[in-house]
T-cell receptor, first 112, second 114 residues
Framework: QKEVEQNSGPLSVPEGAIASLNCTYS??????FFWYRQYSGKSPELIMS????GDKEDGRFTAQLNKASQYVSLLIRDSQPSDSATYLC????????????FGAGTRLAVHP | EADIYQTPRYLVIGTGKKITLECSQT?????MYWYQQDPGMELHLIHY???????EKGDLSSESTVSRIRTEHFPLTLESARPSHTSQYLC?????????????FGEGSRLTVL
């Protein structure tokens, strides 16, 4: 079992719709959770971080964390073609301060 | 804006050559990392450093080595490159936040070993 699992996609959504990206992790003691966006041929960039159960909103992005279910998600409202990218879920495991474990990513395609 | 630079961006070399991938950051970050990423696959941590003269191996075994003589510089060296080393190498640094998860990545070095 991988430490961080994501559906590889592609997830195809129409422009203006809500895109929902999901991630599960195996280490129950994981501390911190992050979503990175990676455009094709580019490096990852951080878009959201979340540390406690519940929702965290930042503009069109909402991260949701459920530690009991070991599940973290990212919602993108009013999806735009420019949101088309691979979204990487990353987790700091127990005792792994500053050592992020990345999932393989979900490819999102927003079509006009 | 992140100021972290990697050179070369692209490198094609023959088997057995020694190569050094350079990484420099101007943000004064103590923590620096090297990740390896194959197309469509996860990023794997191969080396990290918490400061000058501190280096540790990551979760993915790698034949490469690193050094950290200056805060801003974290080069990665392969003494004898092989085709299995063909990959994208990403350097990153992080600020001293509560969990240090905001990594700033360089643009990457894509290595091809023939």
């Amino acid at each position: 079992q991988k430490e961080v699992e994501q559906n590889s996609g592609p997830l195809s959504v129409p422009e203006g719709a809500i895109a929902s990206l999901n991630c599960t992790y195996s280490d129950r003691g994981s501390q911190s959770f992050f979503w990175y966006r990676q455009y094709s041929g580019k490096s990852p960039e951080l878009i959201m971080s979340i540390y406690s159960n519940g929702d965290k909103e930042d503009g069109r992005f909402t991260a949701q964390l459920n530690k009991a279910s070991q599940y973290v998600s990212l919602l993108i409202r009013d999806s735009q073609p420019s949101d088309s990218a691979t979204y990487l879920c990353a987790v700091t495991p127990w005792g792994g301060y500053n050592k992020l474990i990345f999932g393989a990513g979900t490819r999102l395609a927003v079509h006009p | 804006e992140a100021d972290i630079y990697q050179t070369p961006r692209y490198l094609v070399i023959g088997t057995g050559k020694k190569i050094t991938l350079e990484c420099s950051q101007t943000m004064g970050h103590d923590k620096m990392y090297w990740y390896q990423q194959d197309p469509g696959m996860e990023l794997h941590l191969i080396h990290y450093s918490y400061g000058v003269n501190s280096t540790e191996k990551g979760d993915l075994s790698s034949e490469s080595t690193v050094s950290r003589i200056r805060t801003e510089h974290f080069p990665l060296t392969l003494e004898s490159a092989r085709p299995s080393h063909t990959s994208q190498y990403l350097c990153a640094s992080s600020d001293p936040g509560p969990a240090g998860g905001e990594l700033f990545f360089g643009e990457g070095s894509r290595l091809t070993v023939l």
